[in-house]
T-cell receptor, first 114, second 109 residues
Framework: DTEVTQTPKHLVMGMTNKKSLKCEQH?????MYWYKQKAKKPPELMFV???????INESVPSRFSPECPNSSLLNLHLHALQPEDSALYLC?????????????FGSGTQLSVL | QKEVEQDPGPLSVPEGAIVSLNCTYS??????FMWYRQYSRKGPELLMY????GNKEDGRFTAQVDKSSKYISLFIRDSQPSDSATYLC?????????FGTGTRLLVSP
């Protein structure tokens, strides 16, 4: 089973709203990632969690706040987003952060900010 | 120069054709290469994972790495309309994947 589950699949929010994206994996992976993908562009890394600790923050604005409650769950809290934040948000996981590990992606949350 | 270059396409082929998708990379230190397939508004799906130079085959898919030329390829035999998607090559670097821009493939019945 190589499944990474993301909820919700679609989200529409106003610029003053607070919402959360959720991600879950049951593969025993210890590394989890958030990527952002704009239309017709490749995914761009936002955050990396390794063994439930934040190991990479790619200079993401503070209106995006990641959280890793345990090794299976990853959340992305959203607050005061801008219309340009509209994108496909992808969660991924891997066994660990070693270079040779395969990354498995979820189906993504399509976010629209009005 | 981008670290991984990929022609964005679109590449249009008839059903049953052999498809060749290609990427070039700039850093000879890259060792591992992946091909992902992404349908519209869905997450990327890992298709192939290769390490050394040479070919790796899985069903209708063959991944090829030529480290001397810094060139990686994905071949799809007997292409099907369901293969219509964007194909992304990627290589891991310091806990993140470096992606090509993706090639959009259209297979017509």
């Amino acid at each position: 089973d190589t499944e990474v589950t993301q909820t919700p699949k679609h989200l529409v929010m106003g610029m003053t709203n607070k919402k959360s994206l959720k991600c879950e994996q049951h593969m025993g992976h210890r590394a989890m990632y958030w990527y952002k993908q704009k239309a017709k562009k490749p995914p761009e890394l936002m955050f990396v969690y390794s063994y439930e600790k934040l190991s990479i923050n790619e200079s993401v604005p503070s209106r995006f706040s990641p959280e890793c409650p345990n090794s299976s769950l990853l959340n992305l809290h959203l607050h005061a987003l801008q219309p340009e934040d509209s994108a496909l948000y992808l969660c991924a996981s891997s066994q660990n952060t070693a270079t040779n590990e395969k990354l498995f992606f979820g189906s993504g949350t399509q976010l629209s900010v009005l | 120069q981008k670290e991984v270059e990929q022609d964005p396409g679109p590449l249009s082929v008839p059903e049953g054709a052999i498809v060749s998708l290609n990427c070039t990379y700039s850093n000879s230190a890259f060792q591992y290469f992946m091909w992902y397939r992404q349908y519209s508004r869905k997450g990327p799906e890992l298709l192939m994972y290769t390490y050394s130079s040479g070919n790796k085959e899985d069903g209708r898919f063959t991944a090829q790495v030529d480290k001397s030329s810094k060139y990686i390829s994905l071949f799809i035999r007997d292409s099907q309309p369901s293969d219509s998607a964007t194909y992304l090559c990627a290589t891991p670097q310091f806990q993140k994947l470096v992606f090509g821009t993706g090639t959009r493939l259209l297979v017509s019945p």
